[in-house]
């Protein structure tokens, strides 16, 4: 069956692409559209052509079935221009999405009709790429160079509104879609067309505005926002032929970029996380009402993210004064997103009004999941599963969110134990991507698929994983700061490991991202397992700790800091503190790119046991982890994806 078909509506044609799921241009439509351009202009009865897509978008960009493979004729660029030639003018109908090609033969058309919610945007940068078929070279022909930079740097789509005041497109609808579109066409047979977009001068820009723009789309950390920018500054200094010619051969070399391949698997990772195949034919339990035990940092935000889902909450906290500071930090968490533009005042009240707050257990009897919250603590944690197994259904689905503790420890003599799981979540809750879901042996198949239902729901990015201390996440980390460490007993510099970590694409080092969380926390835990018999041995920042450095909060951890100011500066007393430890005679010299591969080398090697012992089901799903739990730079592509496209080995 073929993607497009075509009917009359009078002296109009309407071609439909029926492409599912995303109408993407995959050869076989670039080809039709290709031929139907030659069809309809030879076709006497026909006086413009409206484009349309089938289902819940427009054209939402490349098929990722091609990925990585040779191009196939007719190439993208030939197809856009080829419609942008036709005799007969086309209009593209847009709702859904126009997205990276989508939006360059919607650029192709003479004119553009969206319904209201319809976004358009070029979003190739978040894969490393460019566009490759205009977006650099057209869009800022008909939106102007700012804009432009925006979409094609950004890689963040823009709404219809938005992009009716840039002039991408030209008509916003409220609803039939199809019959505006014939309508529009109809009336613009009446009066002289506008210029094809390729025919449309562009104004260079000065360089203080190329200047800006680059230090802008440096912040992304790699490559592909930055040939962006170049792409476009070609544009308003050359030809559209030079141009063009130009934004191929960049999309074509990037293509075949080791970040171009890391965004790709990443890509595609994420896209598989939210619906594991052996889930698929198994229907999670219904959740409408979510209880959260415990308001304090990461119980809010986890009320304010199940409220962002249209969930109703319930939060349970020993006593009225607890319970208001609980909702007290739900309503900052709303405050921040009003202040940033966000939501609406309207819409916060209405956030808040799904949450209650109680100290009586006997309130969640209603709930369909109830989360656990509290501190790190077994007794604590049983405690409260104690008083859950009393008053909740027998059906109710109950969570815990420890990120160390073994779970079958805390659900010991919880009845009906097929209905318990672990719920990692990432603080802060209502921003982080990641929810690690952790579940035991007794959990019920649809106990474990009601938890990958809520991280859908809740716009997360989920990964089962085993039982081990720290499950995925916390155990690779644990590795990394003690290798980290085991540098500095080598006489490497803690600030030179922080700069190769941040050279790597880590926002921070691995002794900086300690100082700002707070020595403590982990510290603590070390403790605690001492003082259950384990053998723990002593490591650097436990020196550290015991000698009152915990971090910015007390002015100094591995760094010192001025009040107020969370610059970190190499620390003296730190040197002495920790100058019994150094065992080289000398200060280590280690290239920073040797740090770096060192320390993912060591990442991946404690993935690759987790992969053994079965505590990770496949390497993407620890790259996950690490990208959206611990700052792993994603165009690097993860820990696991890295060592075996680098060769690191450790």
């Known amino acids: 069956m073929t993607p497009l078909t075509l009917r009359h509506d009078g002296d109009i044609a309407v071609v439909t692409l029926d492409n599912p799921p995303v109408n993407a241009l995959s050869a076989e439509v670039r080809k039709g559209l290709w031929d139907l351009v030659a069809q309809l202009d030879a076709d006497a009865s026909v006086r413009a052509v409206v484009l349309i897509c089938a289902g819940r978008t427009f054209i939402a960009g490349a098929d990722v079935r091609e990925f990585g493979k040779p191009l196939v004729e007719p190439h993208l660029p030939d197809v856009v221009a080829r419609i942008e030639a036709a005799q007969k003018p086309w209009v ?25 919610s319809a976004k358009v945007g070029l979003p190739e940068v ?46 916003v609808v409220g609803v039939d879609l199809e019959s505006a579109a014939i309508g529009f066409a109809r009336e613009a047979l009446g009066s002289d067309l506008p210029e094809r977009v390729s ?74 996380a939210p619906k594991p195949a052996p889930l698929r034919d198994i229907p999670p339990r219904d959740v409408r009402t979510v209880g959260v035990i415990g308001g304090g940092t990461m119980g809010a935000s986890i009320a304010a993210a199940c409220r962002e889902a249209g969930l109703q909450v319930v939060v349970i906290e020993r006593d009225r004064d607890a319970v208001e500071r609980g909702l007290e930090a739900v309503g900052r968490i709303f405050d921040g997103a009003v202040k940033r533009g966000k939501l609406t005042t309207d819409a916060r009240t209405d ?9 009586d257990y006997g309130d969640l009897a209603r ?28 059906d109710a689905v109950l969570a815990t969110n420890t990120s160390y503790i073994d779970p079958r420890a805390i659900a010991e003599g919880l009845p009906n134990p097929d209905r318990f799981i672990g719920l990692h979540f990432f603080s802060p809750a209502h921003i982080m991507k990641l929810l690690e879901i952790v579940p035991t042996p007794d959990t019920a198949p649809d106990v474990l698929a009601t938890g990958f239902a809520l991280a859908r729901a809740l716009n997360k990015i989920p990964v089962q994983a085993g039982i081990c201390e720290g499950f995925i996440g916390n155990r690779i ?11 500095v007993t080598k006489g490497v510099a803690i600030a030179e490991v922080d700069a190769a970590m941040r050279d790597y694409g880590f926002r921070m080092g691995p002794f900086e991202a300690q100082d700002l969380g707070g020595l403590d926390i982990a510290f603590l835990q070390r403790e605690g397992a001492r003082a259950a018999g384990e053998d723990v041995p002593e490591t650097l920042a436990d020196i550290l700790v015991r000698a009152g450095r915990k971090g910015q909060k007390t002015g100094g951890g591995w760094y010192d800091y001025a009040e107020g ?26 290239a920073r790119k040797d740090i770096a591969r060192h320390l993912v080398g060591t990442m991946a090697a404690e993935g690759q046991a987790i992969l053994s012992e079965g505590i990770a089901q496949k390497p993407e799903d620890i790259d996950l982890v690490e990208i959206h739990g611990y700052g792993f730079p994603r165009w690097k592509g993860g820990p696991m994806f890295s060592s075996r496209t680098s060769g690191t080995d450790e």
């Not at 593209?92 to 209201?116: D, K, N, P, S």
């Not at 962006?228 to 559209?240: H, K, M, Y």
């Not at 969370?566 to 000398?586: E, F, M, N, W, Y």
Request: aromatic fraction near 6%; charge should be neutral.
């Open 92 to 116: 593209a109908a847009i709702h859904g999405t126009a997205l990276g090609g989508g939006l360059e033969i919607a650029m192709g058309c003479r004119f553009r009709v969206a319904l209201g």
């Open 126 to 171: 978040n894969l490393g790429l460019i566009p490759g078929a205009s977006g650099t070279v057209r869009t800022p022909r008909l939106a102007g160079v700012a804009a432009a930079v925006d979409l094609a740097t950004g890689g963040k789509p823009i709404s219809a509104s938005t992009a009716l005041d840039a002039g991408l497109v030209d008509l």
């Open 199 to 272: 025919d449309r001068s562009l104004e260079p820009m000065p360089d203080t505005f190329w200047q800006a723009a680059r230090k802008s789309a440096a912040k992304a950390g790699y490559q592909a926002p930055l040939r962006a920018l170049d792409s476009i500054r070609f544009a308003t200094e050359n030809t559209f032929d030079a141009a063009m010619a130009y934004e191929r051969d960049t999309f074509i070399e990037l293509r075949d970029s080791d970040e171009a391949a890391a965004l790709r698997h990443v890509f595609f990772a994420e896209r598989a």
């Open 351 to 359: 956030r808040m009004s799904g949450v209650r707050g109680s100290t």
């Open 367 to 394: 709930a369909d999941l109830v989360i656990e919250a509290v501190f790190e603590d077994l007794e604590v944690k049983r405690a409260v599963f104690a008083e859950l197994g009393r008053v909740c259904r027998a």
């Open 477 to 487: 980390l644990k590795r990394y700061r003690a290798e980290a460490e085991d540098l």
């Open 565 to 590: 100011d969370g610059t970190p500066h190499p620390s003296d007393r730190v040197a002495k503190l920790l100058a019994q430890c150094i065992t080289a005679a000398a200060p280590g010299a280690m």
